[in-house]
C-alpha cells in the first residue's frame, strides 16, 4: 500500500495558548491549529496510528501533533474548553484567585424551600410587603423573580420562586446564586418529603439552613414534633445544643417574620459574604422570557461588578447592548451592583434561568462569544443524542444486564411540566450513572405524555418518566399495546429512588396507581354558592364521588384532589359510567377550562412475584 506522505504544510499556525479538547478529533484537531483532517490523519499515520478522521485521539497523539506544526496547546477535560476559551475572548480575571477579604459586603441572597402548602408564598409575600414603604415612589412591588428587602440599614435578596427544582436548575446549569435556604415548614403538618428533598438539595450545595417553622397561629401547631423530625436529619436546633436556626413564624398573621429577617442578617454576616463593587458585571439570569412590547427581558442577580445601561452583555447565547434595567418596583435604574436582582431590557434573544451573565469589553466581542455558545449548545445537544443506543434495557430488566457483566443503557424519554423541572430531572438522573449503568436520553420535553412519545419509547426500548405529567387515554391504550413502561412521579427524590432501585436490582413497586375513570370537560358552570362546575363526558371507566382526581390541562397536572360533589339532570349521583355527561365539582377548585381532563385513580397492591 501507498502510505501518502506527510509533510508539515508552510500555514502558519495560531498564536499564543491553544485550548483543546482531550479526545478531540482529527476532524475537530486539525482545523484548530490551522491543519485540515487529512493532514493529521497523515501525520499520526508515519507516526505508526492508523485513525479515522472521526476517531477520539489520546491525549500523546494530540500533543505529538501540535509539537510537530509548532503549536502551543493545552489539553482540558470536555466542557472546561468552552468556558476557558470565553474566559480568554471576555478577557477575565480568574475569581478564585481574588482576594475578596478587603472588598465591602454583599447582601445575602436567599431562597425559600419547603413542601407544597407550607407557606412558601406566603412568607415571601410577607417579607416583601412588610417592607415596601409606604409612599414611597412606585411602591407598587414587580414580580421579576427576586426583590430586595431592607432591615436596619441592611439589604436581604429573596429569589421570588420558592423551591428546590428551580434552585436546582440553576445549580445544574453551573448558577450558584443563593447563599442561604429558608427551609420552611408548616407546624400542623410536619416535615413531608418536598422538606426532606430541599435539605438534601441545600446541603448539597452546601448553603446553609435556616428553619422557618410555619403556621404557627394553627390551633394544632406542634413546633417541638417539627424539632424532633428536623433533628433526625441532622437539622439539630440550637435550643437543643445543635447548630439550626429555628424560627417560630405565622406568614399568615405576620408573626416572627422580624426575627427571621434578623437572624438571616446574623448567618449573612458568619458567611461574610463580599463581593467587588467595580468592574464589568457578571452574575446569573435568574428568570427570562419574551415580553411582548419591550422583547427579551431577562431578570439577571448580579453577583460582582456594576452592570450599568449601556453595557454590552452576554447571557448564556444571548447577547446585546443594556437598553434599560428596571428594579424591584418597576423602577428604571441606571446600575445595579453586587446581590442586587434587575430585569435587563435589550437582549437579542431570551436566555436560560442559570445562565451566567457578563458584560463584554465591547459588544463586538459580546456577539462573538453569544454566537459561539449557540453553536456548542447545538453540536453538543446532538452529541447527546448520538449516545443513545439503540438496544438499551428497559428498567424491570436493566438489573439482570448489569449482573451479566453487559455494560447496560437505561433509555429514558422524560418528560416534565416545565423547563425548571425537566432540566433538574435530568441533571438529578445524570448523577445516578455509573460505569456499568449509563443513561441514554432518548428525548426530554416539556408537556404531556403523548402517543408519538409512546411510539418512540417502543422503538427504542426507552421507559417513559413524567414528572407533573400524564399520559392522555389513548396515549396509555398504546402504551399498554405496546408494552411501554410510563412512571409518572410528583417528587424528584421518588423518581431517583425508584431509578437507584432498579439499577441495583430492587425495583419493587408496592403500589400501582390504577387510573378508574376519565371525563373531558365540555363546559364550564358558574353557580353562585357553589362555584364552578364542570360540565363533562365520561370517556372511560367509571366517576365516582369521593374518589381521587387528577386534573389535567395538555397533559399536564395542574391540580389533584377530589371529587366532591357528582350529579346527573340536577341528581346527586354516586357514580357515572362510560359514554354518560355528569357535572363534576372539585371542591375548592375553581380553575375549570373546557377541553380539560378529569383523572379518576385509586392506589391497588401489587402481588409481589
Ligand atoms: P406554598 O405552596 O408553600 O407556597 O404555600 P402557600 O404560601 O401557598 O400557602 C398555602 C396555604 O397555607 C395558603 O392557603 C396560605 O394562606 C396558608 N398559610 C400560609 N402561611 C400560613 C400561616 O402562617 N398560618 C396559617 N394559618 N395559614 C398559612
Known amino acids: 500500500m501507498d502510505i501518502p506522505t506527510y509533510t508539515p504544510a508552510e500555514a502558519p499556525v495560531p498564536e499564543g495558548e491553544i485550548v483543546i479538547e482531550r479526545g478531540s478529533t482529527p476532524q475537530q484537531l486539525g482545523p484548530r491549529l490551522n491543519r485540515t483532517a487529512a493532514d493529521v490523519v497523515r501525520f499520526l499515520l508515519q507516526q505508526g496510528e492508523m485513525v479515522t478522521a472521526t476517531q477520539s485521539l489520546n491525549d500523546d497523539m494530540i500533543e505529538l501533533f501540535a509539537l510537530d506544526v509548532g503549536a502551543e496547546i493545552s489539553l482540558v477535560d470536555p466542557g472546561q474548553e468552552q468556558e476557558v476559551e470565553l474566559q480568554k475572548v471576555l478577557d477575565l480575571e480568574d475569581e478564585d484567585e481574588l482576594d475578596t477579604s478587603d472588598l465591602p459586603h454583599r447582601a445575602p441572597v436567599i431562597t425559600v424551600m419547603g413542601h407544597v402548602d407550607h407557606g412558601k408564598t406566603k412568607l415571601l409575600d410577607q417579607i416583601r410587603n412588610a417592607n415596601v414603604v409606604a409612599g414611597e415612589a412606585g411602591g407598587i412591588t414587580q414580580h421579576i ?3 430586595q428587602v431592607h432591615l436596619d440599614g441592611n439589604d436581604l435578596t429573596f429569589i421570588d420562586t420558592p423551591g428546590h427544582e428551580a434552585f436546582t436548575a440553576m445549580r445544574a446549569r453551573g448558577a450558584e446564586s443563593t447563599d442561604i435556604v429558608v427551609l420552611v415548614v408548616a407546624a400542623d403538618d410536619g416535615v413531608m418529603p418536598q422538606t426532606i428533598e430541599a435539605i438534601q438539595h441545600a446541603k448539597a450545595a452546601e448553603v446553609p439552613i435556616v428553619v422557618a417553622v410555619n403556621k404557627i397561629d394553627r390551633e394544632n401547631a406542634d413546633p417541638n414534633r417539627v424539632l424532633q423530625q428536623l433533628s433526625e436529619h441532622d437539622l439539630v436546633p440550637e435550643a437543643w445544643g445543635g447548630d439550626t436556626i429555628v424560627c417560630e413564624v405565622s406568614a399568615l398573621q405576620n408573626i416572627g417574620i422580624d426575627d427571621l429577617l434578623a437572624n438571616l442578617l446574623v448567618v449573612a454576616e458568619v458567611e461574610d459574604l463580599r463581593a467587588a463593587p467595580e468592574g464589568r458585571a457578571r452574575g446569573a439570569v435568574l428568570e427570562a422570557h419574551l415580553d411582548m412590547g419591550r422583547g427579551p427581558v431577562a431578570t439577571v442577580l448580579v453577583q460582582r461588578g456594576t452592570l450599568r445601561v449601556g453595557d454590552p452583555l452576554v447571557a448564556g447565547p444571548a447577547w446585546g447592548r443594556v437598553r434599560a434595567l428596571v428594579n424591584d418596583r418597576g423602577e428604571q435604574v441606571k446600575e445595579a451592583g453586587p446581590s442586587m436582582p434587575v430585569e435587563v431590557l435589550g437582549l437579542s434573544d431570551v436566555a436560560q434561568a442559570g445562565d451566567q451573565f457578563v458584560v463584554a469589553p465591547d459588544e463586538r466581542r459580546a456577539k462573538a462569544v453569544a454566537e459561539t455558545r449557540e453553536r456548542w449548545h447545538r453540536e453538543a445537544a446532538r452529541a447527546r443524542d448520538a449516545s443513545v443506543v439503540s438496544h438499551g434495557a428497559r428498567l424491570e430488566d436493566i438489573f439482570a444486564q448489569i449482573q451479566a457483566g453487559e455494560q447496560a443503557t437505561l433509555n429514558l424519554i422524560v418528560k416534565a411540566d416545565v423547563q425548571g423541572s425537566l432540566e433538574a430531572v435530568t441533571e438529578s438522573l445524570r448523577k445516578l ?29 426507552a421507559t417513559i418518566i413524567g414528572f407533573n405529567v400524564r399520559p392522555g387515554r389513548q396515549a396509555r391504550d398504546m402504551a399498554e399495546t405496546e408494552d411501554v413502561e ?68 395538555e397533559g399536564t397536572i395542574i391540580w389533584k384532589g377530589e371529587v366532591s ?38 392506589l391497588r397492591e401489587i402481588p409481589r412475584t
Open 565 to 602: 360533589s357528582l350529579r346527573r339532570f340536577k341528581e346527586d349521583v354516586r357514580e357515572v359510567a362510560s359514554g354518560f355527561e355528569c357535572g363534576v365539582g372539585l371542591s375548592d377548585f375553581q380553575d375549570l377550562k373546557q377541553g380539560d381532563v378529569i383523572e379518576t385513580f385509586e
Open 433 to 461: 450513572e455509573r460505569p456499568e449503568v449509563r443513561i441514554g436520553f432518548v428525548l426530554r420535553g416539556v408537556g404531556g405524555i403523548t402517543e408519538s412519545d409512546i411510539q418512540l419509547a417502543a422503538t427504542s426500548s
Open 145 to 147: 423573580g427576586a426583590y
Open 486 to 553: 410510563i412512571r409518572t412521579y410528583e417528587v424528584i427524590y421518588k423518581l431517583l429512588e425508584d431509578i437507584e432501585s432498579a439499577m441495583v436490582g430492587m425495583l419493587e413497586p408496592e403500589f400501582e396507581e390504577v387510573v378508574t375513570g376519565e371525563a373531558e370537560v365540555r363546559e364550564v358552570f358558574r353557580i353562585p354558592r357553589i362555584g364552578a362546575v364542570a360540565g363533562c363526558m365520561v370517556q372511560s371507566g367509571t366517576i365516582t364521588r369521593g374518589s381521587q382526581v387528577r386534573f389535567l390541562r
